[in-house]
């Protein structure tokens, strides 16, 4: 399920909205539309950050991923392998 919360606040409130919302995350005590966030301990990890300024719009999107498939991608292949 996606979850999403949408702000809008000056430079200085953003900031300060985005160190709580980090540190949270640390802490594991974030939540996103009152749905806890937990983020995999047994999982690799992506981290991007992206960056775009142009005459129109400028943004800044800091992602973190993971995948459930991989245990169920790698299970099959072990699978298909003992087959063989």
């Given at each position: 399920?996606?979850?999403q919360e949408k702000y809008v606040s000056?430079?200085?409130e953003c900031f300060v909205k985005v160190k709580d919302?980090?540190?949270?995350?640390?802490?594991g005590t974030l939540e996103v539309e009152e749905e806890k966030v937990e983020?995999?301990?047994?999982?690799?990890l992506e981290y991007k950050v992206k960056y775009e300024d142009d005459e129109e719009e400028g943004q800044l999107v800091v992602k973190?991923?993971?995948?459930?498939?991989?245990?169920?991608e790698e299970e099959e292949e072990e699978e298909l392998e003992l087959e063989l």
């Open positions: 399920m996606k979850y000056s430079k200085e919302t980090f540190s949270k995350l640390v802490k983020v995999p301990e047994d999982k690799e973190i991923a993971w995948s459930h498939l991989e245990e169920e």
